[in-house]
């Protein structure tokens, strides 16, 4: 290498000024030869015209130099040498070697100096990494068990409601609106699946943002039919027994599947509105830096999302849809409230359904926006609010049956011989249509002694009306 002076700062002071002056000069003799206008002196910032041929003589200059050869690469660096020092243990900088650019060659000067302490050479820069924050698969797969158990008693549900339809206490529960909660529960089952399912599995980003498509529209039909058929139910017994007239009410499966099928329209007109007009987009979620210092490492965190534009929008009004069929369930299942033939009224399972959805859905959604970042916690409450709300509402409907039915017909009718304080109960429907005679009879003379109970309350507070007046 010879004599290493040129190294020194000054040199490349020298050689800088001599750029910058044959690049200019250049330039000059450039704007000359084309007839331009343009001269040095009318040089500004904003001219990008003048910067682009500046910088491009500037990458054609080549000239021996002080500091060794001058030239520039395409993005107007310097090619040249490089020194290579070392810190030493006593504090000052001890240069190893010179690496030229040009050559892409390493020139040692003191190549036996050269010490490292540890097990092996540093790094020359903190290792970097690039993570996807994803759902950790040991709680994918502990949900996906759990949901598929769930799909498990939901078929089997289904199963011996379809088998034992012929029987008394499955006519009176009308088996095929059953049927349609058994089969909105195994949606809202497999909805939660599609949940979970994120990046951490290969799959592409389009069909990343199927599988979002498909966990709303799974979760809003689910719920609709799950909740709808329940509700569908409790609205027919509340109609049957609450009317006051003489005239007859027949209401069929036919009409609370029209009504389910009324939710389920709603439902497909909104998401399919969502789906065409507001499509999923992928943004990237950026987690804080975690640098760590003792093993020289950077990670980078990231979560792949999917979201649309206007989301906010169309899930506040499917909400709002949703919101008012638990609250015209809340209704039915308080206007219901004394009807009290376990065989025929399921208010009393809406309002324990409608309140498990209230209660954890009051607890459960704050504390999932609050921890939106952290993926397995609210992935496990998201899963948990749905798997709940839907085993629950499936023993409440189903169980109750299953019992009057290991009961036996005989005992089914004790039963419905000691009930008591039915209020508004007028007539029949086909939910009662196939319940024999003897039942009939026992439900007629519970209605007249409701109304002659009714009579005598309403005859007492006539006279404890008069009575202030008479002492007046």
Same mark, same amino acid.
């Given at each position: 290498?010879?004599?290493?002076?040129?190294?020194?700062?000054?040199?490349?002071?020298? *050689?800088?000024?001599?750029?910058?002056?044959?690049?200019?000069?250049?330039?000059?003799?450039?704007?000359?030869?084309?007839?331009?206008? $343009?001269?040095?002196?009318?040089?500004?910032?904003?001219?990008?015209?003048?910067?682009?041929?500046?910088?491009?003589?500037?990458?054609?200059?080549?000239?021996?130099?002080?500091?060794?050869?001058?030239?520039?690469?395409?993005?107007? *660096?310097?090619?040249?040498?490089?020194?290579?020092?070392?810190?030493?243990?006593?504090?000052?900088?001890?240069?190893?070697?010179?690496?030229?650019?040009?050559?892409?060659?390493?020139?040692?000067?003191?190549? *036996?100096?050269?010490?490292?302490?540890?097990?092996?050479?540093?790094? *020359?820069?903190?290792?970097?990494?690039?993570?996807? &924050?994803?759902?950790?698969?040991?709680?994918?797969?502990?949900?996906?068990?759990?949901?598929?158990?769930?799909?498990?008693?939901? &078929?089997?549900?289904?199963?011996?409601?379809?088998?034992?339809?012929?029987?008394? %206490?499955? $006519?009176?529960?009308?088996?095929?609106?059953?049927?349609?909660?058994? &089969?909105?529960? %195994?949606?809202?089952?497999?909805?939660?699946?599609?949940?979970? %399912?994120?990046?951490?599995?290969?799959?592409?980003?389009?069909?990343?943002?199927?599988?979002?498509?498909?966990?709303?529209?799974?979760?809003?039909?689910?719920?609709?039919?799950?909740?709808?058929?329940?509700?569908?139910?409790?609205?027919?017994?509340?109609?049957?027994?609450?009317?006051?007239?003489?005239?007859?009410?027949?209401?069929?499966?036919?009409?609370?599947?029209?009504?389910?099928?009324?939710?389920?329209?709603?439902?497909?007109?909104?998401?399919?509105?969502?789906?065409?007009?507001?499509?999923?987009?992928?943004?990237?979620?950026?987690?804080?830096?975690?640098?760590?210092?003792?093993?020289?490492?950077?990670?980078?965190?990231?979560?792949?999302?999917?979201?649309?534009?206007?989301?906010?929008?169309?899930?506040?009004?499917?909400?709002?849809?949703?919101?008012?069929?638990?609250?015209?369930?809340?209704?039915?299942?308080?206007?219901?409230?004394?009807?009290?033939?376990?065989?025929?009224?399921?208010?009393?399972?809406?309002?324990?359904?409608?309140?498990?959805?209230?209660?954890?859905?009051?607890?459960?959604?704050? &504390?999932?926006?609050?921890?939106?970042?952290?993926?397995?916690?609210?992935?496990?409450?998201?899963?948990?609010?749905?798997?709940?709300?839907?085993?629950?509402?499936?023993?409440?409907?189903?169980?109750?049956?299953?019992?009057?039915?290991?009961?036996?017909?005989?005992?089914?009718?004790?039963?419905?011989?000691?009930?008591?304080?039915?209020?508004?109960?007028?007539?029949?429907?086909?939910?009662?249509?196939?319940?024999?005679?003897?039942?009939?009879?026992?439900?007629?003379?519970?209605?007249?002694?409701?109304?002659?109970?009714?009579?005598?309350?309403?005859?007492?507070?006539?006279?404890?009306?008069?009575?202030?007046?008479?002492?007046?």
């Amino acid at each position: 290498m010879g004599n290493l002076r040129a190294l020194e700062d000054w040199p490349f002071t020298y *050689d800088s000024i001599w750029a910058i002056a044959l690049a200019l000069h250049n330039s000059s003799e450039y704007f000359i030869s084309n007839n331009m206008s $343009k001269r040095l002196e009318h040089f500004t910032y904003e001219d990008d015209e003048m910067r682009s041929v500046y910088l491009g003589f500037m990458q054609k200059t080549n000239f021996r130099g002080l500091s060794g050869e001058v030239l520039f690469d395409q993005y107007q *660096d310097r090619i040249g040498l490089m020194k290579i020092e070392q810190l030493a243990y006593d504090g000052y900088e001890k240069m190893i070697a010179v690496y030229d650019q040009k050559s892409k060659e390493i020139h040692w000067v003191e190549k *036996d100096k050269l010490v490292f302490t540890g097990l092996s050479a540093p790094l *020359d820069g903190a290792e970097v990494i690039f993570e996807n &924050v994803v759902i950790s698969k040991a709680l994918f797969y502990s949900v996906v068990a759990v949901t598929c158990a769930g799909i498990i008693v939901a &078929v089997a549900f289904l199963v011996v409601s379809i088998y034992f339809r012929n029987s008394r %206490v499955m $006519k009176l529960s009308s088996p095929n609106i059953n049927n349609v909660i058994s &089969v909105g529960a %195994v949606i809202c089952y497999v909805a939660v699946i599609i949940l979970g %399912v994120d990046m951490g599995i290969d799959i592409s980003t389009t069909t990343f943002g199927r599988f979002c498509l498909a966990s709303a529209w799974l979760l809003s039909l689910g719920f609709s039919l799950v909740f709808g058929g329940l509700f569908a139910k409790s609205w027919r017994v509340y109609k049957v027994f609450a009317n006051r007239s003489k005239k007859k009410i027949v209401i069929k499966d036919k009409h609370l599947l029209a009504l389910i099928a009324g939710l389920i329209v709603i439902d497909i007109i909104t998401l399919s509105v969502w789906t065409i007009l507001d499509p999923m987009e992928f943004p990237e979620v950026n987690y804080p830096v975690q640098k760590f210092a003792d093993i020289d490492t950077v990670i980078y965190r990231k979560r792949i999302t999917c979201r649309s534009p206007n989301q906010f929008y169309y899930q506040a009004a499917i909400y709002i849809c949703k919101g008012m069929l638990l609250l015209y369930g809340t209704i039915i299942a308080y206007e219901s409230r004394k009807i009290t033939v376990p065989v025929l009224n399921d208010s009393k399972n809406v309002g324990l359904s409608i309140y498990n959805i209230v209660v954890f859905s009051a607890i459960g959604i704050p &504390v999932t926006i609050v921890i939106q970042n952290d993926v397995n916690a609210a992935f496990a409450i998201e899963s948990a609010l749905i798997i709940v709300n839907t085993t629950a509402t499936m023993l409440l409907v189903f169980v109750p049956k299953f019992v009057l039915l290991k009961q036996g017909e005989v005992q089914i009718s004790v039963a419905l011989q000691g009930q008591s304080g039915m209020s508004g109960l007028g007539s029949t429907a086909t939910a009662t249509q196939n319940v024999d005679r003897n039942v009939i009879q026992i439900l007629r003379k519970e209605l007249k002694e409701a109304k002659d109970r009714e009579e005598n309350l309403q005859k007492e507070n006539d006279q404890l009306k008069k009575k202030p007046e008479e002492k007046f």
